[in-house]
């Protein structure tokens, strides 16, 4: 169990160093800054590398609401749900930690910001509502969950599923960025949401509901099309 919760939390540093850090540090930069496609892909590519990279150790969750929709969809056991869970928030945390030492050495740093949080209303970055914001993350995450398990079945083919489910990601942040900011994952949300300025932490029960909510419904289609996967 230990080299399992290792490998989520150094899976879940990895998303949150990776995906948050290119819209923090790379994003806005004048004349080459990668932009909303450019953090999608990061986002994406941080899944997919570490997918290969532990996957085999833990299964490569590296998001409570992957956690969940598996226990649901039959691939996880339920005793190993809270620690996963855990081990996934404390990576999270650590990763907006050593983001938030990089943030504040720039030469003109006067605050973090945003610092990469997920929200609704005045912190959605095109000021959806809360209700656009709750339904968006309950549907992305439920095809997510439903990406990863059609892709990780025994009847799918062998190999490919990190990619499948790597570019999902990217997929979902292309979609939704404007809308909360792309979470689809609380330890994701939660890691900055401790540092960032603004509404961040008092919205962040949407980005835990919203996305276990979308988990669970997720399973439950994949179980209903597969029943005997």
């Known amino acids: 169990m230990s080299s399992k919760l290792l490998a989520e939390f150094f899976g879940t540093f ?14 806005g930069v004048a004349d080459v800054g990668i932009g909303w496609l450019g953090v ?3 986002f994406g590519l941080t899944v997919l ?4 990279t532990v996957g085999h150790i833990s299964g490569g969750h590296f998001n409570p609401a992957v956690s969940l929709g598996l226990m649901i969809g039959g691939r996880f056991p339920a005793k190993d749900l809270l620690p996963y ?3 996934q928030v404390l990576g999270a945390i650590v990763a907006a930690v050593v983001l938030y030492l990089i943030v504040s050495g720039a030469p003109d740093f006067s605050g973090v910001g945003g610092f990469a949080s997920n929200g609704y209303g005045e912190a959605s970055p095109e000021g959806y509502s809360l209700t656009s914001a709750l339904v968006i993350e309950i ?13 990780t079945s025994e009847k799918a083919p062998p190999g490919f599923a990190p990619i499948a489910i790597g570019l999902a990601l990217t997929l979902i942040h ?10 689809v994952n609380p330890a994701r949300s939660t890691g900055v949401a401790l540092f960032a300025e603004g509404p961040a932490l008092a919205q962040l029960w949407l980005f835990w509901v919203a996305p276990l909510i979308g988990g669970a419904i997720g399973a439950v ?9």
């Open 40 to 42: 999608s892909f990061a």
């Open 221 to 229: 289609i994949w179980k209903l099309m597969s029943p005997d996967d």
């Open 139 to 151: 549907v992305l995450t439920a095809f997510f969950i439903l990406i990863i398990l059609g892709s």
């Open 14 to 27: 990895w998303l949150v160093l990776g995906g948050c850090g290119s819209a923090v540090l790379a994003a």
């Open 49 to 52: 590398t570490m997918a290969y």
């Open 85 to 87: 869970w855990v081990a």
């Open 174 to 183: 292309l979609i939704s960025i404007p809308v909360t900011n792309t979470s």
